[in-house]
């Protein structure tokens, strides 16, 4: 099973930007989309943003991520 998890995009450089997700910044290659700015949400594969989602998108999937950890912690 593959999971992508919603990062924002904080700083861009050419290819690379930093994604930060719960106050933890990755590295992110932008290779696979065009028009990606900072302040942008995207999704997180592997290191790659592989689709861009809006910030309700991003919001609904902080939240179902949070309930699965909660849950796991059970």
Excluded: W
């Amino acid at each position: 099973m593959c999971l992508a998890i919603p990062v924002r995009i904080t700083s861009i450089k050419r290819r690379m930007a930093r994604g930060e997700l719960g106050g933890v910044e990755r590295k992110v290659s932008l290779m696979l989309l065009d028009e990606v700015k900072v302040g942008d949400y995207v999704l997180l594969h592997a290191g790659f943003a592989i689709t861009k989602i809006n910030e309700e998108e991003a919001q609904e999937l902080f939240e179902l991520l949070g309930s699965l950890e909660e849950k796991a912690a059970e």
